[in-house]
Every structure is written in structure tokens, then in C-alpha cells.
């Protein structure tokens, strides 16, 4: 199933389901979709092929097998306005917004999903949104 995930998110009301990221860690190591794939996929997810929803030009969107996943950014500043986006949808909805976040990407899903994931990657997981 292709999941519209940033879509996805804003619908989200389960604080179990809520997601978030951070900018901490070294993230420049995670230069392609294909570097931070193969990471994750080390971290023993399996990632579902990328794929572009043409209602969001300049993002590419990939399930890892959670609830969430990843979205990769054209550029850093479509990242941030994204996320920030997203954070305050969390705010409203008065969830918490678990993530990892990288310079052009961020990845999404529930607490105990991102916390493996950033231990695996090396970025810091951080909670944002209401808490």
C-alpha cells in the first residue's frame, strides 16, 4: 500500500501514531535517498520502492515498515517549512511528533520506531507538537 505520508500525519490522532524529527546528529553522511535507504534498511526495516505524489512536487516519499516513514526533500528550506508544517498540525491536534531529521529528509513514525532508528543512524530523535 503507498502511503501519503505527510498527508497521512496531518490526519493522525493517536499520540502512539504521532511523529516527529531532529536536526541533531550527522546527518551529512545521508547524502542520497539511497544512503539513508541502506541505513535504515541495516537498522532491519524494508524500505517500499520511493515514489513521488504529484500533489507534492520536490518531495519523494518512501513506507519503511512502520507506521510512517521517510520523506526526502528537493532542498534543506522545503524541509524546514515542511516540518515546521507538520509540527504545528501536531501542536493543534495536541499530539506529540516523534522523529529523526537530516539536513533534506525526516523520518516519521511511533516513539519506540524512531528511537531505534536514530540509535541506528546516529541522529538524535526528538519529540515536538503538543506534549
Avoid at 553522511?29 to 541505513?39: F, G, P, R
Wanted: some cysteine.
Amino acid at each position: 500500500m503507498t502511503l501519503r505520508i505527510t498527508r497521512l500525519l496531518a490526519a493522525l490522532s493517536a499520540p502512539a501514531l504521532a511523529l516527529t524529527l531532529a536536526s541533531c546528529g550527522s546527518s551529512s553522511k545521508y547524502e542520497t535517498l539511497d544512503d539513508l535507504t541502506t541505513a535504515i534498511e541495516n537498522a532491519g526495516y524494508s524500505c517500499e520502492e520511493p515514489f513521488i505524489d504529484p500533489d507534492h512536487p520536490g518531495e519523494t516519499q518512501m513506507g519503511c515498515g512502520w507506521s510512517g516513514g521517510v520523506i526526502w526533500y528537493d532542498t534543506a528550506k522545503a524541509e524546514a517549512e515542511s516540518y515546521a508544517s507538520l509540527a504545528e498540525i501536531h501542536e493543534q491536534v495536541g499530539v506529540p511528533l516523534y522523529s529523526v531529521r537530516g539536513e533534506k529528509f525526516h523520518i516519521i513514525g511511533p516513539n519506540s520506531e524512531m528511537k531505534k532508528i536514530s540509535d541506528s543512524i546516529d541522529i538524535q530523535m526528538s519529540i515536538d507538537g503538543a506534549k
